[in-house]
Each structure stands twice: as structure tokens, then as C-alpha cells.
Antibody
Framework: EVQLVQSGAEVKKPGESLKISCKGS????????IGWVRQMPGKGLEWMGI????????RYSPSFQGQVTISADKSISTAYLQWSSLKASDTAMYYC?????????????????WGQGTMVTVSS | EIVMTQSPATLSVSPGERATLSCRAS??????LAWYQQKPGQAPRLLIY???TRATGIPARFSGSGSGTEFTLTISSLQSEDFAVYYC???????????FGQGTKLEIK
């Protein structure tokens, strides 16, 4: 079964660092892009960025460039989303997702496999 | 940035009736448009991609249409499990800025 399994919920204080994970299984992890999506409480979906684990090519939405870091460790089929200094406004559910199509390079595709989400709460 | 605008924000429909949801792009996205369903406490679920192709396992009562800037998701006969929030997403640019609409909440009338 193809699936993405995300790490568990986190409660952090402002200024702390955090790295959450998304582990792929049941498919060739290095051959599909992995995207990250934010959903703030009671709000809609926001596209954050994407990584190709095969060569770590990473692209960010302008709104998230410099705010987060996306990475991947292909040896353990895991993608990451990390913050160096959390803010209260980072409180949200974060989803990883995989596109339908296996492609390296330019991607024009929807996302059919989603992780279960990781809830990040930042509060003093 | 391509802005996706969904209407209405909330749609009240009775079970068994048809629901029509709209999505408009601020510039052409060709047919690079997807629809997702999200229920409370769950991850989004892909319904439609390529503006009109149903994803694997999606019932035939879900259909998508449109191209360019105007898109529609139609649910032909609403079932109880269809009441949820629906998002459109464009994936027509590279580097990717795959923007979502703000969502339409489909509620029971």
C-alpha cells in the first residue's frame, strides 16, 4: 500500500526549533516529488513548497521562502519540514502529499496521496 | 500569483439533490485544475484532476468541467457522506505555486 506517514503532534514555545517528518512507503520514494501544505485552525489549504527526494531539488512558495526549510533523506524515505525559530502564527496542521505522476523536473500534477497531518501548536 | 476564487462560500443542499460548485482562476490555468474534498479531522482527498478526470475510486456522481479560468464541480445526487469542504487547486505554474481556492462548505439543507 502506498502511504505517507507523518510524525506526531508537537507543542512548542515561541523561538524553539522543530523538524517534522513524512515517511513514504509502498513506492519508489526517490521518484516522486513531495509537497507540503499548511492549514491554520479553521482555515483553508496553503501551498508551502515541494522537494524531489531523488536529487533534493526544492522549490518554495514565495510566502514560505525563508520561513521554513524542506529537506529529505532518501536513505530512509523521509521528507522533513523544519523551523529554526517558531512563532505563534506557525500553529497549524501540516500535511505532506505526493503527486499522481512519477516525474523528475517540471511537475504539473495533482496530489493523490496525503499524509495524515501533523498538528503543530506554538504557545508560551 | 494565480488567485483561485471559489463560490459560494457555503452551499446548502438537500440529500439526493444536485450540487454545483464554482472555481475561477485569475489567469488561465489550462486544464491543470484539481478538486479536493476535506472532512473534519481528515486530510484532503483528491476527487478530480485535469479539470475533469476522476481520481481512482471516486464515484461517478462527482464530475468536473471547465478550462482556462472557469471550472465547475458537480455532485449529481448528494449522499450523506458528501457533506464536507471542497477546495480547488491550480497546478499550472513552474516553479510551483500551486494555489488553492478558499473552499466551499457543502452543508445539509
Amino acid at each position: 500500500e502506498v502511504q505517507l506517514v507523518q510524525s506526531g503532534a508537537e507543542v512548542k514555545k515561541p523561538g524553539e526549533s522543530l523538524k517534522i517528518s513524512c515517511k513514504g512507503s509502498g513506492y519508489s520514494f526517490t521518484s516522486y516529488w513531495i509537497g507540503w501544505v499548511r492549514q491554520m485552525p479553521g482555515k483553508g489549504l496553503e501551498w508551502m513548497g515541494i522537494i524531489y527526494p531523488g536529487d533534493s531539488d526544492t522549490r518554495y512558495s514565495p510566502s514560505f521562502q525563508g520561513q521554513v526549510t524542506i529537506s529529505a533523506d532518501k536513505s530512509i524515505s523521509t521528507a522533513y519540514l523544519q523551523w529554526s525559530s517558531l512563532k505563534a502564527s506557525d500553529t497549524a496542521m501540516y500535511y505532506c502529499a505526493r503527486p499522481i505522476t512519477m516525474v523528475q523536473g517540471v511537475l504539473y500534477d495533482a496530489f493523490d496521496i496525503w499524509g495524515q497531518g501533523t498538528m503543530v501548536t506554538v504557545s508560551s | 500569483e494565480i488567485v483561485m476564487t471559489q463560490s459560494p462560500a457555503t452551499l446548502s443542499v438537500s440529500p439526493g439533490e444536485r450540487a454545483t460548485l464554482s472555481c475561477r482562476a485569475s489567469q488561465s490555468v489550462s486544464s491543470n485544475l484539481a478538486w479536493y474534498q476535506q472532512k473534519p479531522g481528515q486530510a484532503p482527498r483528491l476527487l478530480i484532476y485535469g479539470a475533469s478526470t476522476r481520481a481512482t475510486g471516486i464515484p461517478a456522481r462527482f464530475s468536473g468541467s471547465g478550462s482556462g479560468t472557469e471550472f465547475t464541480l458537480t455532485i449529481s445526487s448528494l449522499q450523506s457522506e458528501d457533506f464536507a469542504v471542497y477546495y480547488c487547486q491550480q497546478y499550472n505554474n513552474w516553479p510551483p505555486k500551486y494555489t488553492f481556492g478558499q473552499g466551499t462548505k457543502l452543508e445539509i439543507k
